[in-house]
């Protein structure tokens, strides 16, 4: 079952926050072992992470949270 928006807004957070600047080293790290075990939705799923943690690096404002 996929991961809601607010679930994956908070794996994204944790990431960041455990891994700081190699969050990116982690998330390539977790893709590369779903690749070598044909979990395509596990794939998916840390792509969508990766996007998140781009957006918060940057500055980007998560969806709804603007007041």
């Known amino acids: ?3 809601s ?3 994956l807004w908070a794996c994204a957070s944790t990431v960041l926050k455990t891994h700081g600047d190699k969050a ?3 998330i390539a790290e977790q ?3 779903l690749a070598l075990k044909g979990d ?3 794939i998916r799923t840390w792509q969508e992470i ?3 943690i781009e957006q918060l690096q940057t500055g980007a404002e998560a969806p709804g949270t603007r007041h």
Do not use: V, Y
């Open 1 to 3: 079952m996929p991961l």
């Open 5 to 7: 928006a607010w679930e």
């Open 24 to 26: 990116a080293l982690h």
């Open 31 to 33: 893709i590369g072992a």
């Open 40 to 42: 395509d939705e596990g």
């Open 50 to 52: 990766a996007k998140r």
